[in-house]
């Protein structure tokens, strides 16, 4: 087979029909609660149960699996901090996954991790760091990284990883010299999540105001993912979260642990009341994205218990606002270029227009405008007319008691603006275009 040791994952008999009962269940029971009115304004919650029951069917999937698990791997293709198993397509079924065998020190494994001389705390950052990346940068990230399905990897341990059993010394010692001494090595793929471009762009700029600590931005991005509703009275938000920024921004956990709980509960009810005011909903693709995030900030404070989100949010947040302006560069040297085109054309433009005019030979034409002021004369036109019918047959009813010979004439001529209010169009319709 080419490998000293593999992993064989043999799917449970039965579990498709299990499956299948829990997410009638779920859909059952999302449709009774999509009726009550406070939960069918704040989530499509047969959205989410779809959603939800598409991962559940792929997850037991193997052969898509395997395709996630390469998938994966040329995100990170050059990437010295991270890897993944490769797949043994030979022994690999719908029902049956064999990889090759790349167990090491589970990260959560903090003993060993000292025992082999790793930092916890820099796997915590680094294990953000690429959290971020799969969200922010490829749109395409591991929805399932609990401590079980990722590895610390040190370099000598690396058999199995994307190579063939005695290329690993090899691979060793032709690694660049500022290549780390180990690498995240990420396992069981069942559970993937995809960012669309739309919504990845939207959630880098939410990260780059909430490092930004701009309580306004915040609003507004949380109106480009989709959390909030495009009616939403957004005043009374942006100052909370200008106040919460202001009070608990750069906190982490073990900071935040340190404040007095009267003033987080007395904060934490005031928030709660505006933000229960606000039209809030939880947008689909966001379920996976919750979980990828909520894991994966667990797990860095496992590692470190004094790890500060912020201090992995604000340098990944300036990297992105970094990208973005060298892309606004780039965006302004192309619009540069199209205009210098512009301008070097335009002199000889501007002199055959001048000849034109000089000769009398410019003539502009716009049939649709002429079609479309041809169109409003003949309506302006019926208007006026019904007004004068309006007039004259009011006066016509009015005069016929006291001046019946005047009032009849008058309700005899109200007749031919009538006519021509009620068929004019039509004779326009039929006319020349």
């Given at each position: 087979?080419g490998?000293?040791?593999?992993?064989?994952?043999?799917?449970?008999?039965?579990?498709?029909?299990?499956v299948?009962?829990?997410?009638?269940?779920?859909?059952r029971?999302?449709?009774?609660?999509s009726r009550v009115?406070?939960v069918?304004?704040?989530?499509?919650?047969p959205?989410?149960?779809?959603e939800?029951a598409?991962?559940?069917?792929e997850?037991i999937d193997?052969?898509h699996e395997?395709?996630?698990?390469?998938r994966f791997a040329a995100?990170f293709a050059?990437?010295?901090?991270?890897?993944?198993p490769?797949?043994v397509?030979?022994?690999t079924?719908?029902?049956?996954?064999t990889?090759a065998?790349?167990?090491?020190i589970k990260?959560?494994?903090?003993?060993?991790?000292?025992?082999?001389?790793i930092?916890?705390?820099?796997?915590?950052?680094r294990?953000?760091?690429?959290?971020?990346d799969?969200?922010f940068r490829?749109g395409?990230f591991h929805?399932?990284?609990h401590?079980?399905n990722?590895?610390?990897?040190?370099?000598g341990?690396?058999?199995?990883?994307g190579?063939r059993?005695?290329?690993t010394?090899?691979?060793a010692?032709a690694?660049p010299?500022?290549?780390?001494d180990?690498?995240l090595?990420?396992i069981d793929?069942g559970?993937?999540?995809q960012?669309p471009d739309g919504l990845?762009?939207?959630?880098?700029?939410l990260?780059?105001?909430v490092a930004?600590?701009?309580?306004?931005r915040?609003?507004e991005?949380?109106?480009s993912?989709g959390?909030l509703?495009p009616?939403?009275?957004?005043?009374?938000?942006e100052?909370?979260?200008?106040e919460?920024?202001?009070?608990f921004?750069?906190?982490?956990?073990?900071e935040?642990?340190?404040?007095d709980?009267?003033?987080l509960?007395?904060?934490?009810?005031?928030?709660?009341e505006?933000m229960?005011?606000?039209?809030f909903?939880?947008?689909?693709?966001?379920l996976?994205i919750?979980r990828?995030?909520?894991?994966?900030s667990?797990?860095?404070?496992?590692?470190d218990p004094?790890?500060?989100i912020?201090d992995?949010?604000?340098p990944?947040?300036?990297?992105?606002?970094?990208?973005?302006?060298?892309?606004?560069?780039q965006?302004?040297?192309?619009?540069?270029?199209a205009a210098?085109?512009t301008a070097w054309?335009l002199p000889g433009?501007?002199?055959r227009i001048?000849?034109?005019?000089?000769?009398?030979?410019l003539?502009?034409q716009s049939p649709?405008?002429e079609?479309r002021m041809?169109?409003l004369?003949r309506?302006?036109?019926?208007?006026?007319?019904?007004v004068i019918?309006?007039?004259l047959?009011?006066?016509g009813?009015l005069l016929r008691?006291?001046?019946?010979?005047?009032g009849?004439i008058?309700?005899?001529?109200s007749?031919?603006p009538?006519?021509?209010?009620?068929f004019a169009g039509?004779l326009g319709?039929?006319?020349p275009?």
């Open positions: 087979m490998y000293d040791d593999a992993v064989v994952k043999v799917q449970r008999p039965g579990i498709e029909v299990i299948d009962v829990d997410i009638a269940a779920l859909r029971v999302a449709g009774w609660l009115g406070f069918a304004r704040r989530v499509d919650l959205s989410l149960v779809e939800f598409t991962t559940s069917l997850e193997y052969l395997a395709g996630n698990a390469e995100s050059g990437d010295a901090r991270v890897a993944a490769e797949v397509w030979e022994r079924t719908r029902r049956v996954l990889l065998d790349v167990t090491a990260i959560s494994d903090r003993g060993s991790l000292v025992a082999a001389g930092d916890p705390k820099q796997v915590a950052h294990f953000a760091a690429v959290m971020f799969q969200l490829d395409y929805a399932d990284p401590p079980g990722i590895f610390v990897t040190p370099v341990m690396r058999t199995g990883v190579m059993t005695g290329e010394d090899a691979a010692s690694a010299p500022d290549a780390p180990w690498q090595t990420f793929f559970m993937m999540g960012v990845r762009h939207a959630l880098q700029q990260m780059i105001a930004s600590r701009d309580g306004a915040v609003v991005a949380f109106r993912v959390f509703l009616t939403a009275e957004t005043a009374e938000l100052r909370a979260m200008t919460l920024f202001a009070r921004g750069g906190m982490g956990f073990a935040l642990a340190q404040v709980e009267r003033e509960r007395r904060f934490a009810i005031e928030f709660g505006t229960r005011t606000q039209p909903q939880l947008p689909e693709n966001f996976l919750i990828a995030m909520s894991l994966t667990g797990m860095c404070s496992s590692l004094e790890f500060n912020w992995a949010v604000e990944y947040a300036a990297k992105l606002l970094r990208d973005e302006r060298g892309n606004v560069v965006s302004l040297g192309r619009e540069a270029l210098a085109g054309r433009r501007l002199d001048v000849d034109r005019i000089e000769e009398g030979r003539v502009a649709r405008i079609q041809s169109r004369e309506t302006a036109g019926r208007i006026v007319s019904a019918f309006v007039g047959f009011l006066g009813i008691v006291d001046e019946p010979v005047w009849g008058l309700l005899g001529v007749v031919v009538l006519l021509h209010a009620v039509a319709r039929r006319g275009h």
